[in-house]
């Protein structure tokens, strides 16, 4: 079925320290990811996105890296925070809807 | 600028009864997105209105339904409760439908069945 690749592993981080996140998506023909941020008991909040024809977007602490001949994103957050400890999912919009990944759990360590 | 509102917040049923819940988008917004976060699933998409009409569909059966309203906000609609359609249901919104158009996210309500 379809699928974007992501078995909740946990990340576990010591603050300060830059964090990497991975994710692995289905449809080549895909055009557009969003990365996003769930923290307990709200709903995803929307990080950044990039376009399928670009391989790099920056944001304020945040990178994400496009790899479409390996279909391969990942988030990369810079000097992680205790603020960013939540569940991250990237998506993959295919087909006028948005297909999820289980998601990563990212720790933050004091 | 308010965001994506949800109602209610938690709503409790019993096996073969009806639940409607209900998402006001944020201002401006004309496509509205419902998505099922059950345990251990992931968030997996339902349905999307745009401007008033049913665009797409996910693999759901027919007594999860939905419409969108003139002033753009929506109600999903799910027939027959069964224990397993205890989940968070998410509303998003997002200005215009179509691909590259970030959806932005309410907290969703907590519907659980007994």
């Known amino acids: 079925g379809e699928s974007v690749g992501l078995h909740l592993p946990t990340l576990s981080v010591q603050e300060g320290d830059n964090s990497i996140i991975n994710c692995a998506y289905s449809n080549s023909a895909s055009d557009y990811f969003i990365w996003y941020k769930q923290e307990s008991g709200k709903g995803p909040q929307f990080i950044i996105d990039?376009?399928?024809?670009?391989d790099k977007r920056q944001g304020q602490r945040v990178t994400v890296l496009l790899n479409k001949t390996v279909k391969h994103l990942s988030l990369q957050i810079a000097a992680t925070q205790p603020g960013d400890s939540a569940v991250y999912f990237c998506a993959e919009d295919s087909s006028y809807k948005l297909i999820f990944g289980s998601g990563t759990r990212l720790l933050v360590r004091p | 600028e308010a965001g994506v509102t949800q109602s209610p917040t938690h709503l409790i049923k019993t096996r073969g009864q009806q639940a409607t819940l209900r998402c006001s988008p944020i201002?401006?917004?004309?496509?509205v997105y419902w998505y099922q976060q059950a345990l251990g699933l992931g968030l997996q998409f339902l349905l999307w209105?745009?401007?008033?009409?049913?665009?797409n569909r996910g693999n759901f059966p027919p007594r999860f339904s939905g419409r969108q309203f003139p002033n753009y906000s929506s109600e999903l609609n799910v027939n027959a409760l069964e224990l397993e359609d205890s989940a968070l249901y998410l509303c998003?919104?997002?200005?215009?439908?179509?691909?590259?158009?970030?959806?932005?996210f309410g907290d969703g309500t907590r519907l659980s069945i007994l």
């Open positions: 990039i376009r399928s024809n670009m």
């Open positions: 201002s401006g917004h004309t496509s």
């Open positions: 209105y745009d401007e008033g009409e049913e665009r």
């Open positions: 998003a919104s997002s200005l215009e439908g179509g691909v590259g158009q970030p959806q932005h």
